[in-house]
């Protein structure tokens, strides 16, 4: 019996969730050839299938994907005597080139074998309990779904670790610069050296992460000052700065001028 979580297409521009259901397929059942206008994602529960595109025909099992690219003639069919269940989601939207890139669907590949991924959609039934929320579940679902597809086909041999750390501890600055964030604490949250964060930050950076940081922290203060009307005691707090007099002496190293100055140059 066929399944349908009842939808509204929502129109999110990065990832919409466009439609869902599951099928206890009987023997024989198909489905095609034909096409879509969007990314559909079928995931095998239980028994077994077919799945033709571009004239090859790939045998399929419990645990098995296969993606359905926009219009993109595909054709399935269950197995006659061990008919598979499948679930679905078919989805639409900008982000979801790039998610696909570092997913193992990569270039043409549509079929990828994943048992890890059956309870994120064994639990995307439970949209049908969520009557004015459903499309951001299952949004939520296709994100915790691509997570978990990426942590399996990272791409460990293209990418440096060192290249890596330097980025989560650069993205980590630009995010937490107003909390009370070090080098140390950087290093400890990555699990790795501080010394060689500052060696890989200082080569994929071409900074040290304490200047990145006292930088990025005093450029957002003079946003907050010069455009956003902020006092100097507020920037300095909001920027991470307890000690007022240390943020000024700061301030006026880096732009020539104290903060109160900044504020209105005139």
């Not at 595109?53 to 399935?76: A, C, N, V």
């Not at 005597?81 to 696909?100: C, M, N, S």
Request: charged share 20%; with cysteine; aromatic share 14%.
């Amino acid at each position: 019996m066929n399944h349908n979580v009842p939808l509204l297409n929502r129109g999110y521009k990065e990832l919409n969730a466009l439609n869902c259901g599951w099928e206890d397929c009987e023997s024989g059942h198909s489905f095609g050839p034909a096409s879509r206008d969007y990314y559909l994602i079928h995931y095998i529960i239980s028994g077994f299938g077919t799945f033709e595109r571009s004239g090859t025909t790939h045998s399929l099992s419990r645990g098995s994907m296969f993606l359905i690219r926009p219009y993109e003639f595909t054709f399935y069919k269950a197995d006659a005597h061990e008919p598979w269940e499948y679930i679905w989601i078919g989805f639409a939207g900008e982000l979801v080139p790039e998610l696909l890139q570092h997913s193992g669907f990569s270039g043409n590949n549509s079929i990828l074998c994943l048992p890890s991924l059956r309870n994120t959609f064994l639990s995307m039934k439970d949209a049908t309990s969520l009557p004015h929320s459903a499309e951001l579940f299952l949004t939520s679902k296709i994100y915790e779904m691509f997570s978990m597809l990426h942590e399996e086909f990272r791409p460990s041999q293209n990418v440096s670790s060192g290249s890596l750390y330097s980025k989560r501890a650069k993205d980590h600055i630009m995010t937490n610069y107003a909390n009370h964030i070090s080098v140390e604490s950087i290093a400890n949250m990555l699990g790795i050296d501080r010394r060689y964060l500052c060696r890989v930050f200082f080569k994929y950076v071409g900074d040290t992460p304490q200047n990145f940081l006292v930088n990025y922290r005093l450029e957002k203060a003079a946003d907050l000052l010069a455009k956003h009307g902020y006092s100097v005691g507020e920037a300095a707090r909001s920027t991470g700065y307890d000690d007022i007099y240390n943020f000024s002496k700061m301030f006026k190293k880096k732009y020539g001028v104290p903060p109160s100055r900044y504020k209105n140059p005139g």
